[in-house]
């Protein structure tokens, strides 16, 4: 996320193997820190900072380095409904990837015509970083979503799929948010 050699080595390598890069899905994201803003630790706020919101930007840099903006190019970056609705626990977690949807609008403007920035917002996806959100109740926390259960990576995929291909190609600055519902009921985890 936040090494900027790393990401610079990666693009070359793209680059080097499979020419221009056309696509880029940003899905970056740490969350060291539970619980409330008011004793959050300021040292993990700045590594989520540097990871969550930098660490993107890095990557869109190094992109365009790569020649995104020549291939008419498609950046999705991955947030999360923490950074559209209050995450009481993550909530500083939601304020980077709020940051990110931000940050999406602001690239969409800046680089169009030539690229589009879109992101999308999951709820709780049944991943490794996921696993404190649900681990030992996940029918507890399921049972809160109207789909009636948690997401799978195949649910966040496709939308990640769609605005990367020319059937997306009028969209650009969007954020979908990929929740089974659980928003509308005013909850986020």
């Known amino acids: 996320g936040d090494d900027a050699e790393h990401r ?3 693009i070359d390598t793209v680059r080097g193997t499979f020419g221009p890069v056309s696509i ?6 740490i969350n060291p820190a539970y619980g409330p ?3 959050l630790d300021l040292g993990a706020a700045r590594k989520m900072v540097d990871v969550n919101v930098l660490g993107t930007l890095g990557w869109v840099q190094e992109s365009l380095r790569g020649g995104l903006a ?6 999705v970056n991955i947030s999360s409904v ?5 995450a009481p626990g993550i909530a500083f977690y939601g304020v980077t990837k709020a940051a990110l949807i ?4 602001e690239l969409a403007v800046e680089l169009a015509p030539a690229v589009r920035v879109n992101a999308v917002a999951p709820a709780v996806v049944k991943t490794r970083f996921a696993t404190a959100l649900y681990e030992g109740r996940e029918e507890q926390v399921a049972a809160t979503y109207p789909l009636g259960r948690l997401g799978v990576p195949t649910d966040i995929a496709g939308a990640v799929a769609f605005l990367s291909s020319p059937d997306a ?3 650009t600055g969007q954020t979908i948010v990929i929740d089974g519902g659980v928003t509308l009921t005013g909850a986020v985890q």
């Open 8 to 10: 610079a080595e990666v």
């Open 24 to 29: 880029l899905v940003n899905n970056v994201g």
């Open 37 to 39: 803003l008011g004793s």
């Open 70 to 75: 020549q291939t008419g190019g498609s950046i």
């Open 82 to 86: 923490s950074g559209v609705r209050p």
């Open 102 to 105: 931000h940050l999406t609008e």
């Open 169 to 171: 190609a009028w969209i």
